[in-house]
Nanobody
Framework: QVQLVESGGGLVQPGGSLRLSCAASGSIVKINYMGWYRQAPGKQRELVARITSGGSTNYADSVKGRFTISSDNAKNTVYLQMNSLKPEDTAVYYC??????????????WGQGTQVTVSS
C-alpha cells in the first residue's frame, strides 16, 4: 500500500516563501511522475507543477518563474519551492504520484492535502 505524506504548508505574508514536501512510502517499483495540485475554495482542483522520472517539468502559467518543483527519486520525495507568494496562491495543495505496478499498470495516488494561506 502506498501513502503520500505532505508537509510544509502554513501561513505566510505576500511576497514570502514556503517549501512543500511529499514523501511516498511503500514497495514502489517505479514512479512515472510526481506533481502538485491545488484547490481554492469554490474552485476546481488545478495542476500547479509536475516532474517526470526523467526530470522534465511543467508548470501552470500562474506560477511560472515563482515556483520550482524538484524531486529526490531515491527517497520517492517531491518538493515544491514557492517564492513571491500571492494571496491568490491560497489553497489546499495536494501531491500526486503516478506509480507503475507490474500487475495493474499505472495508478494515481494523492496526499491528504496541506493548507497554504497567503495573507497579511
Amino acid at each position: 500500500q502506498v501513502q503520500l505524506v505532505e508537509s510544509g504548508g502554513g501561513l505566510v505574508q505576500p511576497g514570502g516563501s514556503l517549501r512543500l514536501s511529499c514523501a511516498a512510502s511503500g514497495s514502489i517499483v517505479k514512479i512515472n511522475y510526481m506533481g502538485w495540485y491545488r484547490q481554492a475554495p469554490g474552485k476546481q482542483r488545478e495542476l500547479v507543477a509536475r516532474i517526470t522520472s526523467g526530470g522534465s517539468t511543467n508548470y501552470a502559467d500562474s506560477v511560472k518563474g515563482r515556483f520550482t518543483i524538484s524531486s529526490d527519486n531515491a527517497k520517492n520525495t517531491v518538493y515544491l519551492q514557492m517564492n513571491s507568494l500571492k494571496p491568490e496562491d491560497t489553497a489546499v495543495y495536494y501531491c500526486n504520484d503516478n506509480i507503475y505496478w507490474w500487475s495493474t499498470g499505472s495508478v494515481d495516488y494523492w496526499g491528504q492535502g496541506t493548507q497554504v494561506t497567503v495573507s497579511s
